[in-house]
């Protein structure tokens, strides 16, 4: 079936330091790609989201960026501090009468000082 | 502040005995989701409602149930729980105003089975 999935399990990043989290999907009928945070003990906590038609979307201090031709999903995120570590989800979505999320592997973030 | 609250946060249970977990929302949302995460896993969708109507995934067992008696509550009913539905259970929500779009999530009830 479709799937969403991520290359490496655990990332470790020195604070100060810029993280790239990356995804691979195959479900080219996907509206929208959104990663997730979630923190221990916690629910996922949105981040940023980009429309298919797409292929950058910045925040503050994320940014994602998406190629559709290879099917890649990455979140970056500019100077990582030790509030970063979390568990990162990408996740794409299909739209309609109630949107549909389907979550790949997540990838687990560690910030070292 | 606006927010969707579940409890309890953790729930202990026996195997076989039937358990209910609960689900509140006072964002307005029309509709509502249960996922259930295992260790270390993505978070999977049992089912969701749109206003009254439920939708299951294909791939729910039937053990897992879902009422929905107004706008603000949802209940996840785990009529036999076995070793194997132990896990996290999360609740969102999301509204028309996003095109159904974001989804806000709870902070979940971990479920103990014994």
């Known amino acids: 079936g479709e799937n969403v999935g991520l290359h490496l399990p655990t990332l470790s990043v020195q604070e100060g330091d810029n993280s790239i989290i990356n995804c691979a999907y195959s479900?080219?009928?996907?509206?929208?790609f959104i990663w997730y945070k979630q923190e221990s003990g916690k629910g996922p906590q949105f981040i940023i989201d980009?429309?298919?038609?797409?292929d950058k979307r910045q925040g503050q201090r994320v940014t994602v960026l998406l190629n559709k031709t290879v099917k890649h999903l990455s979140l970056q995120i500019a100077a990582t501090q030790p509030g970063d570590s979390a568990v990162y989800f990408c996740?794409?979505?299909?739209?309609?009468?109630?949107?549909?999320?389907?979550f790949g592997t997540g990838t687990r973030l560690q910030v070292t000082l | 502040d606006a927010m969707v609250i579940q409890n309890p946060r953790y729930q202990v249970t026996q195997f076989g005995k039937p358990v209910t977990l609960s689900c509140s929302q006072t964002?307005?949302?029309?509709?509502m989701y249960w996922y259930q995460q295992k260790s270390s896993q993505a978070p999977k969708l049992l089912f969701h409602?749109?206003?009254?109507?439920?939708?299951n995934e294909a791939d729910t067992p039937d053990n897992f149930q879902s009422r929905r008696p107004n706008t603000s509550f949802c209940f996840l009913d785990i009529r036999s729980p076995g070793l194997g539905d132990a896990a996290m259970y999360l609740c969102?929500?999301?509204?028309?105003?996003?095109?159904?779009?974001?989804?806000?999530f709870g902070p979940g009830t971990r479920l103990t089975v014994t």
């Open positions: 479900n080219s009928a996907s509206d929208y």
């Open positions: 996740a794409d979505l299909t739209t309609g009468t109630a949107s549909k999320l389907t």
């Open positions: 409602y749109y206003d009254k109507d439920f939708n």
């Open positions: 980009i429309r298919s038609n797409m």
């Open positions: 964002l307005n949302h029309n509709v």
């Open positions: 969102a929500t999301s509204g028309m105003e996003n095109f159904g779009y974001e989804q806000y």
